[in-house]
């Protein structure tokens, strides 16, 4: 077998099976169908080309040859046509379509006369064509094809205006660079004229190749320095390995020698292709290295925060910082409320780009549950709930449960995440999950703590408001007596009896005051029942105000009430219902913070003979109307500060639902104040007799 057959015919075997591995990835795309053609056309003209310098026959070779030309003048037509199927240019199907006519009358020619291919030349690796009059007329329509697919690719390259996902454009990179390096397979074309240098085009076309192979099936695409990197690296090892063989035969005749010298660079040229790529790597990705040593580190530290929220912050702004990202975030699965919550963004500012929750059922949360591993945001559609043109999204799992996931957005070098990124995330995704599952372990024995410390706190609070009304029924015994038979006995002036009597009814008020407190604080800590029972609405809110009117005095809050005169009776819970009115007070004490003059209104109004309406109005600073669908969602928070949980409301929301009634609220805007409405419907059916028969059973915290 001739030496020199021997690289050509790896190469062509090696791009027909990349070829056919594309068209297989997907047998009903254009894209891969005219990609595989590409290839099948390439490995033809190589593979007829590297048989042919094994034979002497000349007839046999001469029609080798026109196999393989064939095949080479529609290898620049069918890049064309992949170029631009991968493009969707539908523009170009004209031009396509003349170019195949075109090749065809060629490949004709070919064939047929003598004008493209008269003869054969004889050089030291074996026969090669000879071009015949209207070759020249050919490589000028190869010229024409190949600036107008460069053009194409270039334009897309350089052209903010084209509407591209930025690794699409990543892609379009890759393919310009495979094309630029593939067009200097025209070295093949010099021999063709009576030049005697051995056709080494393989070599870029093997690179054009891979590299597009590359650019099409992967999603994970490496930097495009590297990829150029490896790629000249590759052509510079072979052009050595074959270049001072050839000098040797072909200058100095010594093609013993170079034979044997060829095979000896041969073995050794992958292991000196591996040498300077790493070398060559190992200073193009300092500073990937730096961060992705950094973010190692980091990892094994963060089992030591137990603070949730710390950690999320930590975890975000380092990664952030380190990659030098442009933003990221952090959502929480909470499996209460079926659905993930954003914890934190860095920075701050990008928090707009994010939905505050997502539900278990989104797309984007089934592909991270699918997939398992970092996923570029090219391959999901995230649609409007993260407004994220490229980035990154890192799961974080524990077993087969998404605990958590971040959203890394894109570098600001704008560069790419390379597949080491994305296993160094993986890597930090399991530490990650594992933090937060160690800071969710101590919040939940914190919680445990506080809810024992609360019943306790509880009983506490009972057996003193137990205490407390004992000497109160004694100081209102005493003041009645006093009032009562005292005043009477003693020889005092009416002046005398009548400051007395003051004193004894001061002591008499302060003591139902006191009384009233003491019983609401026990119907509010007691336990709750289970269903719906009669109650009587006044009773609710006098209740609720006995343990309020003394904090609206102490913020200096001007309180007013309006109840209609006929008894309101509906079927409820008493605890519940009074805690409705507890938040929505302490949302309006905190809206008229800075408010000089601070007013609280409450009304009750009979609505259609089968509602009753209560307003809840303030004069605050308000609710935006953009808010205002919101407020009654988890998490989201009516405070103009950072204070507050965002649960206050969505409780409300579920204690007036469970009541078969509905709330909203109306504001006008900034400093406006705000209306709170609520439905609830009157039970038409209870008398006093139902007063008689409540049960209490359920303890609620």
């Known amino acids: 077998m001739n030496f020199y057959s021997i690289f050509p015919f790896t190469a062509g075997f090696l791009i027909l099976l990349l070829g056919l591995f594309v068209y297989l990835k997907n047998r009903k795309s254009l894209i891969h169908n005219t990609f595989g053609l590409f290839s099948l056309s390439i490995s033809v003209w190589l593979i007829t080309y590297s048989i042919a310098y094994n034979f002497y026959n000349k007839n046999i070779i001469y029609t080798l040859f026109k196999i393989g030309y064939t095949a080479v003048i529609f290898i620049p037509i069918t890049w064309y046509h992949f170029i631009s199927s991968f493009l969707n240019l539908k523009r170009e199907r004209k031009w396509i379509f003349l170019s195949y006519i075109t090749g065809g009358v060629f490949a004709y020619i070919l064939n047929n006369t003598n004008l493209f291919m008269d003869g054969l030349y004889k050089y030291f690796w074996g026969y090669y064509p000879r071009i015949g009059k209207i070759h020249p007329l050919y490589l000028l329509f190869v010229l024409i094809i190949s600036f107008r697919y460069i053009y194409i690719l270039f334009y897309h390259v350089i052209n903010d205006k084209v509407i591209i996902s930025p690794l699409q454009k990543m892609r379009?990179?890759?393919?310009?660079?495979?094309?630029?390096?593939?067009?200097?397979?025209?070295?093949?074309?010099?021999?063709?004229?009576?030049?005697?240098?051995?056709?080494?085009?393989?070599?870029?076309?093997?690179?054009?190749?891979?590299?597009s192979t590359h650019a099409i099936i992967k999603y994970h695409l490496m930097d495009i320095k590297i990829a150029l990197t490896r790629a000249g690296i590759f052509i510079f090892v072979y052009l050595f390995v074959l270049g001072i063989p050839f000098i040797l035969g072909y200058r100095y005749s010594q093609w013993k020698l170079a034979t044997y010298l060829t095979v000896f660079l041969a073995s050794t040229g992958p292991f000196i292709y591996l040498y300077l790529k790493r070398q060559v790597e190992n200073i193009i990705l300092k500073e990937q290295h730096r961060y992705q040593k950094t973010l190692r580190e980091f990892s094994k530290n963060l089992t030591y925060i137990h603070e949730l929220d710390k950690l999320f912050q930590i975890i975000v702004s380092k990664i952030v910082e380190e990659v030098r990202v442009k933003f990221g975030a952090i959502y929480l699965k909470d499996d209460e409320y079926k659905f993930y919550k954003l914890k934190y963004c860095f920075p701050e500012k990008e928090?707009?780009?994010?939905?505050?929750?997502?539900?278990?059922?989104?797309?984007?949360?089934e592909t991270l549950y699918n997939k398992k591993i970092p996923i570029l945001s090219d391959e999901i559609n995230i649609k409007d709930k993260i407004k994220i043109d490229t980035g990154l999204f890192i799961p974080c799992f524990i077993e087969d449960n998404l605990l958590s996931f971040i959203v890394l957005g894109p570098k600001s070098n704008k560069q790419i995440y390379t597949n080491n990124d994305l296993i160094i995330f993986e890597t930090l995704s399991y530490y990650i999950s594992l933090a937060i599952e160690n800071s969710l372990f101590f919040k939940k024995l914190e919680e445990q703590q506080r809810k024992a410390r609360i019943q306790e706190m509880d009983i506490f609070s009972?057996?003193?408001?137990?205490?407390?009304?004992?000497?109160m029924t004694a100081i209102k015994l005493a003041a009645e007596y006093l009032k009562d038979n005292l005043l009477k006995e003693l020889n005092l002036d009416k002046s005398q009896k009548e400051e007395l009597e003051q004193l004894a009814n001061s002591i008499l008020t302060s003591q139902e005051r006191v009384s009233g407190m003491v019983k609401a604080i026990?119907?509010?800590?007691?336990?709750?029942?289970?269903?719906?029972?009669?109650?009587?609405l006044e009773e609710v809110i006098n209740s609720y105000l006995a343990l309020y009117l003394p904090i609206f005095k102490n913020n200096g809050i001007v309180?007013?009430?309006?109840?209609?005169?006929?008894?309101?009776?509906?079927?409820?819970?008493?605890?519940?219902?009074?805690?409705?009115?507890?938040?929505?007070?302490?949302?309006?004490?905190?809206?008229?913070?800075?408010?000089?003059?601070?007013?609280?209104?409450?009304?009750?109004?009979?609505?259609?003979?089968?509602?009753?309406?209560?307003?809840?109005?303030?004069?605050?600073?308000?609710?935006?109307?953009?808010?205002?669908h919101?407020?009654?969602?988890?998490?989201?928070?009516?405070?103009?500060?950072?204070?507050?949980?965002?649960?206050?409301?969505?409780?409300?929301?579920?204690?007036?639902?469970?009541?078969?009634?509905?709330?909203?609220?109306?504001?006008?805007?900034?400093?406006?104040?705000?209306t709170f409405y609520i439905e609830l419907p009157i039970a038409k059916d209870l008398t006093e007799d139902d007063f008689k028969k409540r049960i209490d059973t359920k303890r609620i915290f």
Not at 463 to 471: G, T
């Open 462 to 471: 009972y057996s003193i408001a137990h205490e407390i009304d004992n000497p």
């Open 172 to 211: 379009i990179k890759y393919l310009l660079i495979a094309t630029l390096v593939g067009n200097l397979v025209v070295v093949d074309f010099i021999p063709n004229y009576n030049i005697e240098i051995f056709p080494f085009g393989f070599l870029f076309i093997t690179v054009f190749v891979i590299i």
């Open 559 to 628: 309180f007013n009430k309006e109840l209609p005169k006929d008894i309101l009776y509906i079927r409820g819970i008493k605890q519940e219902l009074m805690q409705v009115f507890v938040n929505l007070s302490n949302n309006s004490i905190h809206a008229l913070l800075d408010k000089k003059e601070k007013k609280i209104n409450l009304k009750v109004e009979v609505q259609d003979k089968d509602f009753i309406k209560i307003s809840f109005s303030d004069n605050g600073y308000g609710i935006s109307k953009d808010r205002l």
């Open 522 to 536: 026990e119907e509010f800590g007691k336990p709750a029942p289970k269903e719906l029972l009669p109650l009587k």
């Open 630 to 674: 919101l407020i009654f969602t988890p998490f989201v928070t009516t405070k103009a500060s950072t204070e507050g949980k965002g649960m206050g409301l969505y409780i409300v929301k579920r204690i007036i639902e469970k009541h078969k009634g509905k709330i909203w609220a109306e504001s006008e805007g900034k400093d406006k104040g705000a």
């Open 351 to 365: 928090t707009f780009r994010f939905s505050q929750t997502l539900p278990l059922d989104d797309p984007l949360i």
